[in-house]
Structure formats: structure tokens, C-alpha cells
């Protein structure tokens, strides 16, 4: 479902993201983990179609990214790290405009809007503008709106920000029954517990490039370590320590 083949981006002579070749299925919820600057951030925006791969290719459901943008976006949604509102619209308009964008029909998107608004307990601030949200309302509507025309992969970064425990709870059950029903889920994330518990693998990325790539207990095979916790096998390999040259980060 989503294919990052050999993918590298440049700014300038700075290399933010070196040689990614990365594939993820159908069905999977994958977490990418890495400290601040390690290239996450420009590895979303090249699967969402904001940045254009220096070399290299990805695609999402068989559509390149940047042959066959109108495609791609058809089966992505996208929940970005800062929820993006129009604040003069109500949070059941801003619902229609997504709906309007994407070409749903309009008794789909009627149906559609009524269900995420259900799902995400909106129906009491739906009429509001949104202006008036709490953060983490703006987030919850955010989310509707990357599922209303029931796309095949879902895109989520830093995806807990501003939520209360609700509504942590919310999103966890949505994306656990979202992926048995084979939605594609690619997250990036700084919440390493959020990571042990939903994600089928992990692909921890430092300096640009992804250092592993697994499932907790590989990286756990990998580290030489009893420990079960992934935050103390995820300081262990970005540590300064492990990425000095010559060093695996095993």
C-alpha cells in the first residue's frame, strides 16, 4: 500500500532523508520513531504529496506520488502535527468543504459526515465555528475529515497531540478497527509507549536514515537487551554513542 523505493531529499547540501527504501502493507499500523531532525516530518510530507523526493519514488495504492498526484490523494488521508481549520467555518461545514474537495456525492457525504461526527463526538460542537474549539477538538475534527472519503491509508503525525484521555481513546479504538478492516496506517510519533502498544512494526530513523526496522521484539534481539521497555532500546541506538561511525547500533 504505501512503497518508498531508494527515496532520498535534499535541502540545499543538507541530506534530510538518504536512500529510504521502506515498504508497508495493507492492514499494517506502522509507527516511525527517531529524535528531532532525523527526517520523519520530510518523509510525510513526501507521502502526502507536500514534498517532491530528490530522487527516488513513492507510491500509495500503486500511484506515484508525483506522476499520479490526483490519484495517490485519493486514497490518503492525512491528520498533519498542527490541526488546519477555517476558523469562520462550523465544524460541520469545514466537514462539507472536505467532502466537496475530495467529489463525494452529496447523499455519501451526508452519510459519511453524520457517521464521523458520531464517531468522534462532535455532535455537540458540529454547528459551532470552529474558532471556538479547544485544541483537542480541533484535532478530533481534523480526524473526521481525513476519514471521510474512506481512504486506504491513513497518515498521522504526532497524532495525540492536544487530545484528553477520551479522546486518546477514541482514536486508538478507530485506528485498531480502521486496520483489521485493511486500512494502511503510517505514524509518526514521539509517544514511544503509544508505539509499543499499537504498532505492528516500528522504523526508527536518525540522521536521515532508518537505522531499524522490525517489530519491538526484533529490535529487542537486535539491541542485546533483556529490557522490555522500547523507550531504553530507543535511546540505546540513537544515542550519540551509537551513531558514531563503525558502530550498527547493535
Known amino acids: 500500500m504505501i512503497e518508498f523505493d531508494h527515496v532520498t531529499r535534499t535541502y540545499g547540501p543538507k541530506t534530510a532523508v538518504a536512500d529510504l527504501t521502506l515498504a508497508i502493507p495493507r492492514g499494517e499500523l506502522f509507527a ?4 528531532n531532525g532525523a527526517g520523519k516530518t520530510t518523509t510525510i510530507k513526501m507521502l502526502v504529496g507536500l514534498l517532491r523526493p530528490s530522487r527516488g519514488n513513492v507510491r500509495v495504492s500503486g500511484y506515484d506520488l508525483v506522476r499520479e498526484p490526483r490519484n495517490a490523494h485519493l486514497h490518503i488521508g492525512y491528520v498533519p502535527d498542527e490541526p488546519c481549520l477555517y476558523d469562520k467555518l462550523t465544524g460541520r461545514e469545514f466537514l462539507w468543504f472536505i467532502a466537496d ?6 447523499h455519501l457525504a451526508s452519510e459519511r459526515i453524520a457517521s464521523e461526527i458520531e464517531h468522534f463526538e462532535l455532535g455537540e460542537f458540529a454547528d459551532d465555528l ?3 474549539y479547544s485544541l483537542g477538538m480541533k484535532q478530533r475534527l481534523v480526524f473526521a475529515s481525513s476519514l471521510l472519503h474512506d481512504p486506504d491509508v491513513l497518515v498521522l503525525d504526532e497524532p495525540m497531540v492536544g487530545l484528553d484521555p477520551r479522546s486518546v481513546r ?7 478497527a480502521r486496520t483489521r478492516e485493511g486500512m494502511t496506517v503510517f505514524m509518526s510519533t514521539h509517544t514511544l509507549a503509544m508505539a509499543e502498544e499499537m504498532a505492528d512494526r516500528v522504523g526508527i530513523m536518525v540522521r536521515g536514515q532508518l ?3 522490525g517489530t519491538v521484539d526484533e529490535l529487542r534481539d537486535q539491541m542485546a537487551l533483556e529490557t522490555t521497555s522500547l523507550e531504553q ?7 550519540p554513542r551509537a551513531a558514531e561511525p563503525g558502530r550498527s547500533g547493535a
Do not use: H, Q
Open 32 to 35: 516511525m520513531l527517531g529524535p
Open 101 to 106: 474537495m475530495f467529489g463525494m456525492p452529496r
Open 130 to 132: 470552529a474558532e471556538s
Open 170 to 176: 477514541i482514536v486508538k479504538d478507530l485506528l485498531k
Open 211 to 213: 537505522r531499524f526496522l
Open 233 to 239: 532500546l530507543y535511546l540505546e541506538l540513537t544515542s
